[in-house]
């Protein structure tokens, strides 16, 4: 197993910033080859969203011998079809979800720290006018959320004055006056992608593709059944087992664990749709409509706007999320009661969906069911331990909370770790020296990648710090020029990408590249989506057959 015993360094906010996660295993492959997988491990990990792969990151650290199994691809659920917000949740502080938005709010600067390359502050902008929530009632809800956790890097909230303000260009003009308030934004199939990378670096196997299809209790163990996609099967014990799958957790655990469940799972699907840029501008909006529900409008990418979501009710987990045209309709209704610019659904370039797993609580309303989570822990024979529910933000301290509750079942007695410590990528000392404060410090990393790479095009050197961060020197090694990255398979993707995508992040066919590694997808046209598909093909075989797409991307292209 990797040592972990990494050393400790001050930044100048005055927190304690864990180095980079074993620096010299970075040109160590991650993922591993056909049938060395262990027959052993302590924990088996199902599920490759973000909670499994926190969780087994986690573990990790602290030495257990992990082993997580993905059934499709990374992040191709519901961690890839998020809103991408890391959030306390403004609008839970209307049902006295006090306590989950501070939670939320505190991991908001954490992660920030650890991953400044693929999260960065918004501020968002809410637009009033009279027929909304009272102004003393979004006054004193901004107040809350500026006071419930420590703020040191993103701004608090204020009131703005639309009127002739470059926020309010866009917007209709019966709108003068409105809120800014920060939250956080981040790339969530890039943030699932990195803590599997950072499990494996501290002594984890990843398997994607490979579906947990039966465990059993067997004289305190559990003995597991996997299945690759090529249909072969593997055995494997484990001391204790980790449900981290998300909307199929109480599948999972009537049809493989054969565990009776005592919790329900209230399914609500979420769909978001991208369009061309509204605006010009780096705020985001959150728009107040009639049903009370909020949608946000999200600066995407440079050239488009991603506006989401809807709450819908999703009976059948068997059934693929696919967003209905009734939401894009909507979601484009909302929009344009806010945007002088109609937004219609034939400007739609893209959209996904996803499938909350929330905690059945018993409200009516789908918006109103909580967020949080909850974790149960079933020790009666062999460890077993199911999450329930959950929101992207909360990843890290979920993923804490498990591995404190699992530890004494499985004899672990290393204490917390990942408070303070970096995503694979997010230590950019190496490049800018000390850390400042994240968002500025990426600036300073573009720059000194920029100054270090100047036959290289800024833009495409932006697109792989904002993705790769410190880790960019694996996909651009000694390169000098275009020519030195391989062919360059389609506008922007050159092949020592591609190479680098394989080797450490489990991509396997094109759709891992284009809509889950990156978005670059949504640049290209369809021929040119073709030709990374036919590279993969060619270089990789048949092994990656597509992951569900969580994406549809329209005719446009
Ligand atoms: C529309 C939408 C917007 C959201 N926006 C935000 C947001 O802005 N901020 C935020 O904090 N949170 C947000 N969330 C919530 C957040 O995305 C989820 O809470 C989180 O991603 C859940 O992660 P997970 O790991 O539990 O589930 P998943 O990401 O779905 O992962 C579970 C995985 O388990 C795998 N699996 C299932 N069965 C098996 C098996 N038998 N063997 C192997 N693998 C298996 C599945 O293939 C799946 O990949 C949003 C959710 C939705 C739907």
Same mark, same amino acid.
């Given at each position: 197993m990797t040592d972990c015993a990494v050393p400790l360094r001050t930044g100048p906010l005055g927190r304690q910033l864990?180095?980079?996660? !074993?620096? =010299?295993?970075?040109?160590? #492959? =991650? =993922?591993t080859p056909a049938g060395q997988a262990p027959t052993h491990c302590d924990v088996l990990v199902v599920g490759g969203g973000v909670n499994g792969v926190g969780i087994a990151r986690d573990l990790a650290g602290r030495g257990q011998r992990v082993l997580l199994c993905e059934r499709d691809d990374l992040a191709s659920h519901t961690s890839g079809s998020s809103t991408k917000l890391i959030h306390g949740g403004l609008r839970y502080l209307e049902y006295y979800e006090f306590a989950m938005v501070r939670k939320s709010l505190i991991e908001r600067e954490r992660l920030l720290r650890g991953a400044p390359h693929i999260m960065s502050p918004l501020r968002f902008v809410m637009p009033h006018n009279p027929s909304m929530r009272p102004t003393w009632m979004i006054r004193a809800g901004l107040f809350l959320y500026d006071h419930l956790a420590r703020r040191e890097v993103l701004p608090g909230s204020t009131a703005i004055d639309l009127r002739g303000s470059p926020i309010g260009a #866009?917007?209709?003009?019966?709108? =003068?006056?409105?809120? !800014?308030?920060?939250d956080g934004w981040v790339d969530d199939a890039r943030l699932v992608v990195l803590n599997a990378v950072d499990a494996v670096q501290r002594g984890a196997t990843v398997l994607t593709r490979c579906a947990c299809v039966d465990a059993r209790r067997e004289a305190g163990t559990w003995r597991v059944t996997l299945r690759h996609e090529d249909g072969r099967t593997q055995e494997l014990s484990a001391r204790a087992l980790v449900n981290a799958a998300g909307p199929w957790a109480a599948q999972f655990l009537a049809d493989h664990a054969h565990v009776p469940q005592h919790k329900a799972l209230r399914l609500v699907k979420g769909s978001h749709i991208v369009v061309r840029k509204m605006f010009d501008h780096d705020h985001a909006y959150l728009f107040q409509n009639p049903d009370k529900r909020i949608i946000f409008a999200i600066p995407f990418l440079g050239d488009f706007t991603l506006i989401g979501t809807t709450d819908v009710e999703h009976r059948d987990i068997g059934t693929p999320a696919h967003i209905d045209d009734s939401e894009i309709n909507y979601l484009c209704e909302q929009a344009s009661r806010y945007f002088e610019r109609p937004v219609k659904p034939a400007d739609v370039v893209w959209s996904y969906a996803g499938v909350r797993p929330l905690l059945e609580d018993g409200k009516g309303n789908a918006a109103a069911v909580t967020r949080d989570y909850f974790l149960d822990l079933d020790t009666r024979q062999a460890p077993l331990l199911t999450v329930w529910g959950g929101k992207l933000t909360a990843f890290r301290k979920l993923a804490e909370e498990v591995v404190d509750l699992l530890a004494p079942a499985i004899g672990l007695k290393q204490p917390a770790w990942t408070e303070n410590a970096f995503l694979p990528g997010g230590d950019l000392n190496a490049w800018i020296g000390a850390a400042e404060r994240p968002d500025t410090d990426f600036e300073r990393f573009v720059l000194a990648l920029v100054a270090r790479y100047p036959k290289l095009a800024p833009p495409l050197l932006r697109r792989l710090a904002r993705g790769y961060g410190a880790r960019v020197n694996l996909v651009l090694g000694s390169a000098e020029q275009n020519a030195d990255l391989g062919a360059e398979v389609a506008p922007g993707l050159f092949e020592a990408e591609l190479k680098y995508l394989h080797q450490h992040e489990w991509a396997r066919c094109a759709d891992d590249v284009l809509w889950r590694r990156s978005k670059l997808g949504l640049f290209l046209t369809a021929a040119q989506r073709e030709a990374v598909a036919a590279w993969c093909t060619a270089h990789w075989g048949l092994m990656g057959t597509p992951a569900p797409a969580n994406g549809e991307a329209a005719a446009w292209s």
């Open positions: 864990q180095a980079s996660a !074993v620096n =010299t295993a970075l040109s160590t #492959p =991650t =993922t #866009p917007l209709k003009k019966s709108f =003068t006056k409105g809120f !800014v308030y920060s």
